[in-house]
């Protein structure tokens, strides 16, 4: 059985910035196996949030290729793009990025609306305590603290039961403490259930903890190694 | 969770925006419920106004042809005299089934409209005043006791404002001359309801217009011979010939001519409503640029997002087109007041008629608007790059 789940072959991202051509990422290679769990790491502009958003269908590729559940998606079109983002990823970002007008469980359920799925409220409300929100379900977004949004933005991620989880530096807008929290989620969810993670982060101390880590500089992987700290 | 709960949310972030933005569709559907209505309203009470005067053909004496239009529908200033002479003659005619003579006055009274005052307008009849409208019916009281004498018969509007009674006295104060209330007409819906009604004699003696007269009603046997009956009076000296018709025809375009102005006030309300709903709506868009790129991540289709988008325009139409309908039934008396004020010649029933149909219609109209007006700012919002949205969206 073929368990890698995104094979990227010799992948770059080019975009206009002005009047200038910049190259985020350059001839990458990668493949991401059923069960990883990864760190991509390194300085600012180095790539990694373009990197990740091209492994995660937002966007796409300039050249090379990109293979998501051994189908082709670089030559897709935003509107199958959706539909591959529906039915396999999850997404966590920097900013949480929940609607500030609709409550936790509402911000959870979202995607199952957008997906045509039913709205399984159990499904939702088990998700949030999952992620230990049980007392603040029906709560309104102002109502909660930074780590209790990111710990929504998770469960919204997941309500789809998404094959792989991409978190664009979810740890970023939090302290220690709370960034410590949702990356002990991430943790669970990949031993307990089996969950591919690829995250990117500034943070050392957070990303040593994952078990495979990849640094990125100026677009290119520098290093991949085995992460001794994984426990 | 429904798309359009989505919708409905966001509506309610920026309270004042939307309040204002459903406020602007609201207005101009009320004017345009209100200015239809008139329409509607306005050529009944007209029509009724001038069928119910029962006769087809007024001579008076010569004038401007609208003056004379305004004159023997309102009475009003500026009246002009004829010999009687002229009636005796017309009389014989054998074409006439019905013939009136009138002897309009008008006379200015401090203490009317609780001391503002206002004009009185006393019309001199004669018995076959009564036969040219057979619909009047008395209220109370009866027909004057004899053709030359000091008595009133009143119209039911200026009765209900005097709070008159058969057997009361009233005055024509700058004459210092007491009538005796015989009679109050009941309600017609026309003009006739605010006058006072003498006899004849009487108003030529107390006015000091000995054999004047200021009108001649005429109904013919037959309404086909209108034209050589026209043609037999040509020359006549000193009078003209006016056809019921006719009047109806000049006010009619006298008023279509100022209709096609507040037609287009209308559409420019609505115009307004539209470009202010586009610019909310665009606004909005921008502003959650984000939140429509997570929208997209976490796999809303362009679809999804156009729907969310264009539910929220119409909303905001469906709810301006509610409020406009409630606005136009509530302020019906007020522009009824107001356009009361402002028309030259207003008839006497209601002037804005509001039906269901033109509340229906005028709802509808809203709702079409918000589905057109919501177009670009969902096309927008939906052809949005998720990533560009998302990252490139502050």
């Known amino acids: 059985m073929n368990n890698i789940l995104i094979k990227a072959d010799k992948i770059s991202k080019t975009y206009r910035l002005f009047a200038e051509e910049v190259r985020a990422v350059k001839d990458l290679d990668i493949e991401i196996s059923q069960g990883e769990f990864i760190a991509i790491m390194g300085p600012s502009g180095s790539g990694k949030t373009t990197l990740l958003d091209i492994l995660g269908c937002l966007d796409r590729v300039s050249t090379g290729k990109l293979e998501v559940l051994d189908k082709n998606v670089s030559v897709l079109k935003e509107s199958s793009l959706v539909k591959v983002r529906r039915a396999n990823i999850g997404f966590v970002f920097q900013e949480f990025l929940l609607i500030p007008t609709l409550t936790a469980l509402e911000n959870v359920e979202l995607p199952l609306l957008f997906a045509k799925l039913p709205q399984e409220r159990d499904l939702a409300v088990r998700l949030l305590e999952k992620v230990g929100l049980a007392k603040r379900i029906n709560h309104l977004l102002k109502q909660l603290s930074g780590g209790e949004r990111q710990r929504v933005a998770i469960a919204r991620a997941l309500v789809t039961s998404p094959k792989i989880l991409f978190a664009d530096e979810p740890t970023g807008n939090l302290d220690t403490k709370s960034g410590q929290q949702i990356f002990d989620i991430f943790k669970e969810l990949n031993q307990k259930d089996g969950l591919t993670i690829v995250l990117t982060t500034h943070n050392n101390k957070l990303g040593l903890q994952a078990k495979r880590i990849i640094y990125l500089k100026d677009g290119r992987i520098v290093s991949k190694e085995e992460s001794s700290l994984y426990a | ?394």
């Not at chain 2, 209100?34 to 006769?55: C, E, H, P, V």
């Not at chain 2, 109904?219 to 034209?227: R, T, V």
């Not at chain 2, 409503?273 to 606004?283: D, E, H, P, R, Y």
């Not at chain 2, 009361?340 to 033109?358: D, F, H, N, Q, S």
């Open chain 2, 1 to 394: 969770m429904k798309i359009i709960s989505v919708a409905f949310k966001n509506l309610q972030r920026k309270k004042i925006r939307t309040f204002l933005t459903i406020g602007g569709v609201a207005i101009a559907v009320a004017v345009l419920v209100s200015l239809m209505g008139f329409d509607a309203g306005y050529q009944k009470s007209l029509t009724n106004d001038i069928d119910k005067m029962g006769y087809q053909v007024l001579v008076t004496a010569k004038g401007c042809p609208y003056e004379a239009a305004t004159l023997m529908l309102k009475g009003g200033g500026g009246l002009r005299y004829m010999e009687q002479a002229v009636y005796e003659k017309i009389a014989k005619d054998p074409r006439i089934e019905r013939i009136s003579p009138q002897l309009a006055a008008t006379e200015f009274d401090k203490d009317r409209q609780n001391g503002q005052g206002g004009i009185v307008l006393y019309m001199g009849v004669s018995n076959s005043y009564l036969e040219l409208k057979p619909w009047s019916k008395f209220k109370a009281g009866k027909w004057f006791s004899s053709d030359d004498t000091d008595e009133v018969i009143i119209g039911y509007e200026a009765a209900e404002l005097e709070q008159r009674v058969p057997g009361d006295q009233i005055l024509i104060p700058n004459l210092n001359k007491a009538l005796k209330v015989v009679g109050i007409f009941e309600r017609t819906g026309t003009q006739d309801d605010g006058i006072m009604f003498i006899p004849l004699k009487t108003a030529q003696r107390i006015f000091d217009l000995r054999d004047q007269l200021t009108g001649i009603g005429i109904k013919l046997k037959d309404i086909g011979s209108l034209g050589d009956f026209e043609e037999s009076l040509y020359n006549e000296p000193g009078i003209q010939v006016v056809s019921m018709a006719q009047v109806k025809g000049t006010i009619f375009n006298l008023v279509s001519s100022s209709k096609a102005m507040t037609n287009s006030v209308a559409l420019i309300a609505i115009l307004i409503a539209v470009i202010g709903v586009i610019n909310t709506i665009l606004m909005s868009v921008f502003e959650r640029t984000k939140e429509i790129g997570v929208m997209k991540a976490i796999g809303a289709s362009r679809l999804d997002i156009f729907r969310i988008i264009w539910l929220e325009t119409t909303l905001i139409c469906v709810l301006g087109g509610i409020f406009g309908d409630v606005i136009a039934i509530l302020g019906t008396n007020i522009v009824e007041h107001i356009i009361r004020k402002a028309l030259p010649y207003a008839p006497a029933g209601k002037l804005v008629i509001i039906t269901p149909e033109l509340l229906l219609g005028s709802f509808l109209g809203a709702v079409v608007m918000g589905l057109i007006a919501g177009i670009y700012p969902a096309f927008r919002a939906s052809s949005m790059r998720p990533v560009e949205a998302i990252r490139l969206g502050d």
